[in-house]
Nanobody
Framework: QVQLVESGGGLVQPGGSLRLSCAASGSIFSINDMGWYRQAPGKQRELVATITNGGSTNYADSVKGRFTVSRDNAKNTVYLQMNSLKPEDTAVYYC???????????????WGQGTQVTVSS
């Protein structure tokens, strides 16, 4: 079993910053890609940013230049630094990870419980 626990969400004014964290725990042999997704009310879940275990990153066009994804492999943790936040960034943010519990056991699509980010004045 693998658990992902997010933290760091909250209410912030437009133009402000927040840093999300997501720690993976449980039966972990290695973690491949980690990333962040978000879902706004009435909308589908969408990719925000991903990062490989080698540090290569990918961003949604809507957050490029404002958000930065990073990870600490020793801590099995992924971060999302969000700057210049806009009201349209308001959503529940979910952590995702592709986890190997052993050489043969893989959980390719682990999700956290989500953390609310609200950008409003």
């Amino acid at each position: 079993q693998v658990q992902l626990v997010e933290s760091g969400g909250g209410l912030v004014q437009p133009g402000g910053s927040l840093r999300l964290s997501c720690a993976a725990s449980g039966s972990i042999f290695s973690i491949n890609d980690m990333g962040w997704y978000r879902q706004a009310p009435g909308k589908q879940r969408e990719l925000v940013a991903t990062i490989t275990n080698g540090g290569s990153t990918n961003y949604a066009d809507s957050v490029k230049g404002r958000f930065t994804v990073s990870r600490d492999n020793a801590k099995n943790t992924v971060y999302l630094q969000m700057n210049s936040l806009k009201p349209e960034d308001t959503a529940v943010y979910y952590c995702n990870a592709d986890v190997r519990a052993s050489i043969i056991i893989r959980y390719p699509n682990c999700w956290g419980q989500g953390t609310q980010v609200t950008v409003s004045s």
